[in-house]
């Protein structure tokens, strides 16, 4: 059970998040308890899908990014992300389990992928206080500049949700995948 109360129907949502949720429903099928939970905030769920949109429109595939987030949320210990990023990892980006548990391990199966994974979760586990090397790595990878920025927004964004999840104690909604070691 989660430390705040969790809007069962969109309709217990502040009416502002009620156009926010209903999006969210039509693009997933259903209302995931994140965004149930978040919609406590309407602005903060303004923000969360705000930025979700914005570099769902970017230069890193849908894979990379599932890939990004399943290493943070391994980094940070986070058993909601791991559960809702494996699922959506498995079922929408098609990664294999192999794949999904070497992202956990903050890697990849896939070359490129590889760099970004790695670099992803060097920013997480250093908290941005990166080597020149690690930089260097992922450059040499073939990412470009602006696909660096991304990489390194979508790590903050998963340590928001991260931190949320694990503040809040969201109840998992998706099968049930659990850190491997504590944060």
């Not at 990004?68 to 559960?83: F, H, M, P, R, T």
């Not at 696909?147 to 809040?168: C, D, K, M, R, S």
Request: net charge neutral.
């Amino acid at each position: 059970m989660s430390r705040i109360p969790q809007p069962a129907a969109i309709a217990d949502a502040p009416e502002k998040s009620w156009p926010l949720l209903e999006a969210v429903a039509k693009q997933l099928g259903s209302v995931p308890n994140l965004f149930r939970l978040v919609a406590t905030s309407p602005q903060a769920l303004e923000g969360y899908l705000g930025l979700s949109g914005a570099l769902g429109k970017g230069a890193l595939p849908a894979a990379t990014r599932e890939r990004i987030a399943l290493a943070v949320a391994e980094v940070n210990g986070c058993d909601y992300c791991l559960s809702a990023h494996s699922y959506l990892g498995k079922n929408l980006a098609k990664l294999d389990d192999a794949e999904i548990t070497a992202n956990r391990s903050g890697a990849s199966n896939d070359p490129k992928a590889d760099a970004a994974v790695r670099f992803a979760a060097k920013v997480a586990q250093t908290r941005g206080h990166i080597a020149d090397g690690d930089f260097a790595a992922v450059r040499l990878a073939g990412y470009s500049d602006a696909q660096i920025i991304e990489i390194v927004q979508h790590v903050a964004l998963n340590v928001w949700t991260n931190y949320f999840n694990t503040v809040f104690q969201t109840e998992i909604d998706f099968p049930v995948v659990t850190a491997r070691k504590a944060a």
